[in-house]
């Protein structure tokens, strides 16, 4: 692809953002329906980039100098600020840290496949099972085993990522060529020098797919693990705005994870990419 047709390409996205921004506010005038008194079931931008972003600050929990509306202060730009800051950085935590434990894990596991026959007799079957639960599914059985704990948030989202990479690292491994194997051992490679200097370096293009396409997931999956009672993150801001059918406030969240997923995506591509220079551009992709 040339320059021009990048550029071309660029062009046309940009005016199908634009068009959907303008066919949204256009909605938002032709349809003044209200799912309650004052709450606009479709909220104009100038509605959630004023209105909607100050009742932001009934989330505000109180600090750093800017009192709570729950403390009886008025709502300020300060406190709906720093109320999504400290919201956003809560999701964020979780899913960071569900990210690393299942990401991990499911690497771990997928290893572990093709590792020897003993281990791919413990594991293979027993995670087979577990991968094929629906995760939503599993919402009510977490929100019970673990309640509203730290933890439970964390294993939720290290699960629905965990499986993703699991499947995605045994796929890699199969696809490794066999060549290459057995040139290592060949040349006396070890087990454990084997994975690390051949099957481990080989198997980083295939995942780069998975890697994103389980960041995907992982944002589902914080999302639904602050369904579980969490009382703090962006999932916590949109169940709570459901209560009250304020959904100017629950469209502005979901900007917000648009925005963060997006975010993450390009920053993850871009370290992934740089990860992979030395592969072939056909594997980079």
């Known amino acids: 692809m040339n320059a021009s047709s990048a550029a071309r ?21 032709a349809y003044p329906v209200e799912a309650a008194p ?10 959630l980039f004023s ?10 929990q109180g600090g750093l100098g800017v009192p709570a509306v729950s403390e ?3 709502r300020s730009y300060e406190a709906a600020a720093l109320s999504l800051l400290s919201h956003s950085l809560y999701t964020l935590t979780r899913l960071a840290c569900g990210l690393f434990a299942g990401g991990v894990l499911g690497l771990a596991l997928g290893l572990a ?14 995670v087979q099972f577990l991968r094929t639960l629906p995760l939503l599914a599993m919402v009510p059985l977490f929100q019970l085993w673990f309640g509203t704990e730290f933890i ?23 696809n490794v060529p066999q060549i290459y194997i057995d040139n290592a051992r060949t040349l006396g490679a070890s087990q454990a020098r084997l994975y690390r200097t051949v099957i481990l370096p080989a198997i980083l293009p295939e995942m780069r797919s998975t890697v994103l396409l389980s960041l995907g997931a992982g944002w589902g999956a914080v999302l639904g ?10 999932g916590y801001i949109i169940v709570y705005a459901q209560q009250f059918a304020f959904l100017d406030r629950m469209f502005l969240v979901a900007l917000l994870f648009i925005l963060y997923t997006s975010l993450s995506y ?11 220079e030395w592969a072939p551009p056909s594997q980079r992709r």
């Open 51 to 60: 209105r909607t972003f100050l009742f932001m600050a009934d989330y505000w």
């Open 266 to 276: 390009w920053l993850v591509s871009r370290i992934t990419e740089r990860m992979l």
């Open 225 to 234: 693990a602050e369904y579980l009672g969490a009382q703090s993150g962006l």
């Open 72 to 74: 009886g202060a008025p």
């Open 113 to 126: 496949i093709s590792w020897s026959r003993w281990t791919r007799r413990l594991v293979d079957l027993p």
């Open 152 to 174: 439970g948030e964390i294993l939720f989202v290290a699960y629905g990522i965990g499986v993703i990479v699991f499947a995605g690292t045994v796929n890699a491994v199969r």
């Open 9 to 29: 390409d660029r062009w046309i996205s940009v005016a199908v953002f634009l068009a959907i921004v303008a066919i949204w506010q256009l909605l938002s005038i």
């Open 38 to 47: 004052g709450e606009p079931m479709v909220a104009g931008w100038q509605v």
